[in-house]
């Protein structure tokens, strides 16, 4: 991540404010300038206005995760092994990368910034990016019910979410299908039931493809390991798709 070896190495600086400027500047210390009037603006540099895009996602997801597995009391051990997971297996996180968010979910979770501070900014930064803001939607359903359960107040922290990301309810419930509802989880990753027709099914198929094609979410300006993500939901709604073909006989 181009932005994280810049704002690490103290050469550039970054203007963030809210819950997110907030953790960062307690991760990034030296770094972290609000203001810059401490700043020689010939000497450093700030973070581009895509770059603080992508630090924002960065520090925003992790920020709302740590929340999110504080928010029955504790975070238990299979919660963080689903973050883990997300790092290594989803973003292909590196060594220092990897630290980086373990330091932004440790700030994060010892935070007097509610859960809806981050969301909300994370939603003002990519409120023209639906489907980023789904994918964030799809992490915190698979972390908050990595332990086998789905707690009333993850959901309700997932539901604020919802509102606050102004996506539609309808969606939403497809979406925690995926891994609340096991029964019918390759028609929920298409974003469809099993009594919709075969060309709705078809029609919901190619629009995922096309949103999800991981050429499309690099080319959102998002840091290189986020793509990752998405191609690993590209290969998971291919699978979908195979299977709900080969059961309708499509």
């Known amino acids: 991540m181009g932005w994280l070896g810049k704002v690490v190495g103290g050469a550039i600086g970054f203007a963030l404010g809210g819950p997110v400027g907030a953790v960062a500047g307690a991760v990034f210390g030296h770094a972290f300038d609000k203001d810059a009037s401490e700043m020689d603006k010939q000497e450093r540099r700030r973070l581009s206005g895509n770059e603080e895009a992508q630090m924002t996602f960065f520090v925003a997801a992790f920020s ?3 929340k999110l597995s504080k928010a029955d009391g504790r975070i238990c051990e299979n919660e963080v092994a689903s973050i883990d997971q997300f790092m290594s297996r989803d ?20 935070s007097p910034e509610p859960f809806e501070g981050f969301a909300r900014q994370f939603y003002n930064t990519f409120k023209t990016q ?6 964030m939607l799809d992490v915190m359903l698979r972390v ?20 606050i990301f102004e996506y539609p309810t309808e969606s939403y ?11 019918d989880k390759y028609h929920a990753v298409l974003g469809c039931d099993r009594s919709d027709s075969d060309e709705f099914v078809k029609k919901q198929y190619r629009k995922l493809v ?4 991981p050429d499309k979410i690099a080319s959102k300006g998002l840091p290189e390991e986020f793509t990752h993500f998405a191609e690993e939901k590209f290969r998971e709604i291919q ?7 080969k059961e309708r006989g499509i």
Request: charged fraction near 30%.
């Open 64 to 66: 709302m995760l740590a």
């Open 91 to 110: 973003l292909h996180l590196n060594r220092e990368s990897r630290n980086i968010a373990i330091n932004i979910f440790r700030e994060a979770a010892n």
């Open 130 to 135: 639906p489907r980023m803001l789904e994918v």
């Open 144 to 163: 908050s019910t990595a332990d086998g359960q789905f707690s009333r107040q993850e959901e309700e922290l997932i539901l604020s979410a919802v509102q």
């Open 173 to 183: 419930l497809k979406l925690k299908a995926r891994y609340v509802d096991q029964s």
């Open 210 to 213: 096309n949103e999800y094609h």
């Open 239 to 245: 699978e979908a798709w195979e299977n709900v073909r």
